[in-house]
T-cell receptor, first 120, second 111 residues
């Protein structure tokens, strides 16, 4: 697609419910990232995929958070037994290349519009 | 976790003035730095990146990098009300394969 598409744009969940957030990256993009952005804060890294491989999940805050990208394109972030502190905007970003330390412009991320999760 | 520090603002400048946004970082190994702009309720969008010491200019925007001082800045010349947004500084995190973001500086350009 022309951009990174995320759905749903808004999700209200009751505490304890499970939620699934979907990301459809730019076609052909190798790298996919999930970030969490709390109100008034910068995006915080959650996890990184290179194609279908999840190479870094060090930012996932607990084992209630799970992400997958089974065919190397669409990705789903799942949050089990949601808590109020999970309320945030979840941003997905993609990049056409593999991520590397000295990549400079190769590491430019294109973000989706985000999914705003509110847990009551 | 690498730290990226930004003044949260708001930074208020009159229309037509130069806005100067600053960012410091703690990891001397960081090599690439990015400035993103985020309008309220929208996703971050890239303004520019820099990885060499010195200045890099793109239109009204100039990024400045000083690795010895661990300092990155963004200058916006001829500021316009449409530049009012939060500006996020980010760096390549050498410890993980991702960008690490600061908390952002809110810029207000007064007409």
């Amino acid at each position: 697609g022309a951009g990174v598409s995320q759905s749903p744009r808004y999700k209200v969940a009751k505490r304890g419910q499970d939620v699934a957030l979907r990301c459809d990256p730019i076609s052909g993009h190798v790298s996919l990232f999930w970030y969490q952005q709390a109100l008034g804060q910068g995006p915080e890294f959650l996890t990184y995929f290179q194609n279908e491989a999840q190479l870094d999940k060090s930012g996932l805050p607990s084992d209630r958070f799970f992400a997958e990208r089974p065919e190397g394109s669409v990705s789903t972030l799942k949050i089990q037994r949601t808590q109020q502190e999970d309320s945030a905007v979840y941003l997905c970003a993609s990049s056409p290349t593999t991520f590397r330390a000295a990549g400079g412009g190769a590491n430019v991320l294109t973000f989706g519009a985000g999914s705003r999760l509110t847990v009551l | 976790q690498k730290e990226v520090e930004q003044n949260s603002g708001p930074l208020s400048v009159p229309e037509g003035a130069i806005a100067s946004l600053n960012c410091t970082y703690s990891d001397r190994g960081s090599q690439s730095f990015f400035w993103y702009r985020q309008y309220s309720g929208k996703s971050p969008e890239l303004i520019m990146f820099i990885y060499s010491n010195g200045d890099k200019e793109d239109g009204r925007f100039t990024a400045q990098l000083n690795k010895a001082s661990q300092y990155v800045s963004l200058l916006i010349r001829d500021s316009q009300p449409s530049d009012s947004a939060t500006y996020l500084c980010a760096l390549m995190d050498t410890g993980r394969r991702a960008l690490t973001f600061g908390s952002g500086t809110r810029l207000q350009v007064q007409p």
